[in-house]
Structures are given as C-alpha cells and as structure tokens.
C-alpha cells in the first residue's frame, strides 16, 4: 500500500481545465492513462471513446475492473457527465450502471470560455477524489472547490465485489449541490439532490443495480449538515489540530456498516483552516461549499497508505 498520488494544475505540463469541451477528458487522459510532464500515470485504461467522451477503467487486478464513462461535449460546456458501469461493450453501451438513468455531474467551470481553473486529484490505480474550483483562478484564503469520487472505495465486508461508486453534483452549472452534502451528521440521511453518492449494488449483491444511496457518517456536531461546520473551536484545544477518520460508509440499501474512503479525513473544527494548507506536512486541507454560503471543510492525508 502506498500514499496517494498528487496531481495539481500548477504541476510542470500539467492539462488546463476550461469550460470548454473535452478539456476534462483530456485531463483524465493526463492524470489517469498517460502521464505527463514528470508525473506518473495513476494506472487506469482508456478502454472506449468517442467524440469529447471517453470510458476509463480502473484495476482488474487491484479492485473492480469497472467502468466510469465521462462525456464531456453537452450544449453546457461548463460540465460533463458521468457515469458508472459494471461492464461496457462500446462507449455508449454498457450494463450494471449507477446511477442507473441519470448521469452526475462534474462541473469543469462558472464559464465557457478558455480560462483555466484550479483542480486536484488525490488518488491511485482504483479511485480517486477530483476537486475542482470551477469559481476562481487559483485557491487559497476562503476559496472553495467542488469534490467527486470516481472508483473503488475501502469496504470493510468480507467477498464484497460490488464495493465501487461516483459522487458528483446533481445538475449541470451547480455549486452548491456537490459531493460534500453527502457527508453529513449521522442523523441526517443521503440525499438524491445534495451529493448523491451511488454504489453499483449493495455489499452483498442483491437488488437492482445503480440507485443504491451510500452516505459517510461525519464526526460533526448532531446539528450540522456538513464535516468541518459548527465543530469544536481551535482555540479550545490551544491551537492544535483535532482530526480522524470519517465514522464510515452506511450502505443505505441493507442499512450496514460497509467500509471507508480512501484518504480523506473529518475535520472536527470550524473553518480552522484555508484552502490549500498544509498541515502538519502530512495533511492537505480544502473547503467546501453546499447550499448557498454554508461552508465545511475536510483533510487529505497525502503521505499515509491511502487503503
């Protein structure tokens, strides 16, 4: 097991990511299947594509061998859609989707235009997290991104092959509704218009494929919606950073315990940090913005195994 890898839009010859079409899949290209400048490949393949779309696939060998098709030529250039398949035979044909009808949303840019935008991926050769600041030109201070998760997530269930999912936003130039909503008190339950997380089944198989809701169990105060928001005071604990890892995944379908993401961290405070800061060396933190002017906040472990 090993640290996840780090790619950032200010990396030498790293892609631009605009709101125009096929920028995102040319980044996905970049960060996932060929390298560049002197960054690695994460190890996925580039199995089909088409015009502005492309369908990756993570490891056979290491995790599910699903697919996650991306299509990044809508009327709206500032996002793409994507799209989880259990198996695909062509690039608009595929079967074991989630979510089963609709696409999520990765939302590129606040414009169509060619100005670049802030983005990172912290991941491996199984999933990886995608932020993205389609708002601004660089980060820092109170800027905030838009998370997702394509890929293969940590399940703690014993012969669980279906243990692969997407979180992203609801609808097309939207900011607000991201994967974050999804990571909420442990009260409040998953929604399907804030963040909606999908698994392709539930851990033991059965049901339909692709409407099957997950949500992360935060350790945020009972009356919050979000990690990072009305949490304990820094300056209560003289200063010193308060996190842990998220409570885990609920598998809403069966209502068990099912495993963890990989690599991300609750934040226990409120708004301790600003975007972009390095913690301690080994923690990367980063804002969130859901419903409106609500903001939260969560760590990246960068040098711990992200599995």
């Not at 096929?22 to 400048?37: C, E, F, K, W």
């Not at 992203?168 to 994967?179: A, L, P």
């Not at 304990?232 to 598998?251: F, K, M, T």
Request: net charge negative.
């Amino acid at each position: 097991m090993t640290a996840p890898a780090v790619r950032r839009w200010d990396d030498a010859s790293a892609p631009l990511l605009t709101g125009e079409a096929g920028s995102l899949i040319a980044l996905l290209d970049a960060v996932l299947v060929n390298g560049y400048g002197a960054q690695a490949a994460l190890g996925w393949t580039k199995e089909y594509l088409g015009s502005n779309k492309a369908a990756y696939r993570n490891s056979p060998v290491n995790g599910t061998g699903f697919y996650f098709r991306f299509d990044d030529d809508r009327v709206n250039k500032e996002s793409a859609h994507c799209r989880g398949y259990e198996s695909m035979t062509d690039i608009d044909t595929g079967s074991g989707t989630f979510p089963t009808t609709d696409d999520l949303f990765i939302w590129k840019s606040n414009s169509q235009n060619s100005t670049a935008r802030p983005w990172v991926v912290y991941g491996d050769d199984c999933g990886f997290w995608l932020l993205i600041y389609a708002n601004y030109t660089a980060t820092g201070g109170d800027t905030y991104c838009n998370i997702h998760w394509i890929g293969d997530f940590i399940s703690f269930v014993p012969g669980d092959g279906y243990a692969s999912g997407i979180g992203g936003c609801v609808s097309e130039g939207n900011d607000n509704n991201s994967y974050m909503g999804s990571i909420r008190a442990i009260n409040i339950a998953p929604s399907t218009s804030h963040g909606p997380l999908y698994a392709a089944r539930p851990s033991d198989g059965t049901g339909a494929n692709g409407d099957n809701l997950f949500k992360l169990i935060s350790g945020v105060n009972s009356g919050a919606n979000r990690m990072g928001q009305d949490g304990i005071q820094a300056a209560e604990w003289n200063g010193q950073v308060l996190y842990s890892h998220l409570g885990g995944i609920c598998d809403c379908a069966i209502r068990t315990y099912r495993g963890k993401m990989p690599g991300i961290l609750d934040c226990l405070h409120d708004y301790a940090f600003m975007t972009d800061d390095s913690v301690h060396g080994d923690l990367r933190y980063h804002k969130f913005r859901h419903d409106g002017d609500s903001y939260g906040g969560f760590f990246i472990d960068i040098i711990s195994d992200f599995r």
